[in-house]
C-alpha cells in the first residue's frame, strides 16, 4: 500500500501553477508600474518622449522575458509529474 504523505510529484502539482500565477501577477504589476512612468515621464517632458519610449520598451522586453523563462522552466519541470 502506497503511503498518502507529500511526495515530489504532488509538491510539483501544487507548486508550479502556484508560481507560474505569481510569476504573471507580479509581471502584470511591473509592467504597469513601467507604462504608467514612461507616460508620467511623456507629460512632463513630451520632447524626450521617443528616448523614454524606447527605455520603457526595452525595460518591458526584460520583464516579458522573465515570465517566459518562468513559463518554459514551468513546463521543463511538469515532465517530472
Known amino acids: ?3 498518502a504523505g507529500l511526495n515530489a510529484s504532488s509538491v510539483l502539482a501544487f507548486a508550479l501553477p502556484l ?6 501577477l507580479a509581471s502584470a504589476f511591473a ?4 507604462v504608467a512612468a514612461a507616460m ?3 507629460a512632463r517632458q513630451p520632447e524626450a518622449s521617443t528616448k523614454i519610449l ?8 526584460l520583464i516579458e522575458a522573465l515570465t517566459l523563462y518562468a513559463l518554459v522552466f514551468g513546463f ?6
Open 31 to 34: 509592467l504597469g508600474k513601467a
Open 19 to 24: 508560481g507560474l500565477a505569481v510569476t504573471a
Open 76 to 81: 521543463s519541470l511538469m515532465g517530472k509529474i
Open 1 to 3: 500500500m502506497e503511503h
Open 40 to 42: 508620467d515621464a511623456t
Open 54 to 61: 524606447v527605455n520603457m520598451m526595452a525595460g518591458c522586453a
